[in-house]
């Protein structure tokens, strides 16, 4: 998480901001289309509105155990707790696809027994309103992030776009019903329940990398390998790894410079190179090792001259 230009503590409070706001759009949005769809017996409201209630969940738990990735290390967490946030988007993302499954069986079930919806405008009206709360949700909680960037706000941004997606498959239900086609409501839920579903899998893919040290894309080595080899004393770079710890990555690196340099330059030397790969973005921590050039203990590297 990025919170380099608002500080621990702004960073904490935009946080918890974001969550609430998230929690208190589903909250109404639930009353709204709760109401409307029992009162005229929608299934598509009344599974916009339980996708709502998961996404209810899902935004409590940001906000309770997100807000400890701004913990700072301590002894039994030395280093931080980076991982919290991707644990908590992964938890989103399990909400959101188990969800998708439910409102998936939902419409099935729906045109395999048939549904009973009377039209009213109340119906539009609740959809309506659905559509601009989660909309100003969504846009409220990307603006917090600009800065942040939590994976678990994003994974409930790109969630409030589910929301707004599913509430649209429901107008289309409902105008189907006033167009006598009441086949329409199941119909419109089972293609957008398979969007839903689909999300809840990336965000989840996305997620597991951080929490696993996966390693970033190959160009990110490159990156790294050419702003290392642009110092003037380095004349050599092995045995590279990078990986992510929690959101942010992580590098350690073998440095092949001049041996008879005195060691207070070789240490003055690899402060400068630390703070060259951290200043790289998404990287948060680096450990390089200074190697006398040209000893050979080492092996082969592709990374090697």
């Known amino acids: 998480m990025a919170t380099d230009g608002v500080g621990i503590t702004g960073g904490r409070s935009g946080f918890a901001r974001a969550s609430w706001a998230n929690v208190l759009g589903n909250v109404v949005k639930i009353v709204v289309e ?36 701004f913990d700072r290390p301590d002894a039994t967490h030395p280093h931080g707790h980076d991982r919290i946030e991707p644990l908590t988007a992964l938890f989103v993302g399990a909400v959101i696809a188990l969800l998708g499954l439910n409102l998936l069986y939902r419409s099935v079930e729906g045109l395999v027994t048939g549904t009973e ?20 949700v969504y846009r409220y909680t990307i603006g917090v992030n600009e800065l942040l960037q939590s994976p678990a706000l994003a994974a409930l941004a790109r969630d409030c776009l589910n929301d707004i997606y599913t509430s649209i498959a429901a107008i289309a239900g409902v105008l189907g019903v006033l167009a006598g086609y009441p086949v329409l409501d199941p ?7 398979l969007l ?12 597991v990398d951080y929490l696993i040290g996966a390693a970033p894309d190959p160009e990110k080595s490159g990156e790294i390998t050419t702003v290392l080899r642009r110092h003037p004393t380095v ?45 790289i973005e998404d990287v948060g921590d680096a450990h390089v090792h200074l190697d006398p050039s040209g000893i050979g203990e080492w092996k082969e590297s592709a990374d090697d001259p």
Request: glycine share 10%.
């Open 34 to 69: 709760g109401v409307a769809g029992l009162a005229f017996g929608s299934v598509a409201l009344l599974a916009d509105a339980a996708h709502s209630l998961a996404d209810l969940v899902a935004s409590v738990v940001v906000l309770v155990w997100g807000q400890s990735a």
């Open 117 to 136: 919806i009377e039209f009213s405008v109340l119906l539009l009206a609740a959809l309506g309103f659905a559509i601009v709360d989660m909309y100003l």
């Open 187 to 193: 119909v419109a839920g089972g293609l957008v329940s």
């Open 196 to 207: 839903v579903v689909y999300q809840g899998v990336e965000i989840g893919n996305e997620n």
């Open 235 to 279: 004349e050599g770079v092995h045995d590279l790894a990078v990986f992510y710890d929690g959101t942010s990555l992580e590098v350690e690196v073998h440095v092949e410079v001049d041996g008879d340099m005195p060691f207070r330059e070789a240490h003055d030397i690899e402060s400068e190179l630390v703070d060259r790969l951290r200043a």
